[in-house]
């Protein structure tokens, strides 16, 4: 099991903010058994996030992978990696925290906005870019920076089931939060969800 072949099979991250260690691990078989195999946990989460991503870890082991979001140091990318973290997303370009995660063997997907920190990204090594925030440009801008841009683009921000469909012909996968994960919602729920998004990835792609 890898990034990139659970990419390929369900092209979407689900974003857990706020998620807690008590309830991490309910809250990830939902979204498994739902179909979907790659699990971001933000570190801006108020409750032990890195809790949250160890509890997740060792909970799914072989069965997905976890990483974690918000991340902006080269300490929260080892905090990440010692929680057995396998992934590693920002919202912003910081060639520090890319050399940081590509070292410690984890999948580097930084956030970009403009063509510059899309190359700024890749030359520090990251192996996917993160689109953030991508509604409000759309998937024409993606289409446009493909031209020049060679990495994978995965959108982010602003991305609903409405222009999944249209970002998904430029981008190699999406992150939803929201759509899948809300605080409250119960497990049953957020599996029906996921299986949901999963169904429609598979009319999309």
């Not at 990034?3 to 689900?14: E, H, V």
Request: hydrophobic share 45%.
């Amino acid at each position: 099991m890898n990034f990139q072949d659970l990419m390929k099979d369900c092209p979407c991250i689900t974003i857990l903010r706020g998620v807690e260690p008590q309830e991490v691990n309910d809250i990830a078989d939902a979204i498994c058994d739902g179909g979907i195999k790659l699990l971001e946990i933000t570190l801006n989460s108020p409750v032990a996030p890195l809790d949250s991503i160890a509890k997740a870890v060792d909970h799914t082991q072989g069965r997905m992978m976890i990483g974690a979001g918000t991340v902006l140091t080269v300490s929260d990318v080892r905090n990440v990696h010692a929680a057995g973290g396998q992934f590693i997303i920002s919202p912003n370009t910081d060639p520090d925290v890319i050399h940081e995660t590509v070292k410690l063997g984890m999948i580097s997907i930084p956030g970009f906005f403009t063509a510059t920190e899309a190359f700024n990204a890749m030359k520090a090594g990251a192996d996917y870019l993160k689109l953030f925030p991508a509604g409000i440009v759309g998937p024409g801008y993606v289409k446009d920076l493909k031209a020049v841009v060679s990495k994978p683009i995965i959108a982010v921000g602003g991305v609903n089931a409405e222009n999944i469909p249209a970002f998904m012909k430029v981008c190699a996968g999406v992150g939803i939060g929201s759509a899948v994960y809300k605080k409250g919602r119960t497990p049953d729920e957020i599996r029906k969800a996921a299986a949901q998004l999963v169904n429609s990835f598979k009319t999309i792609c």
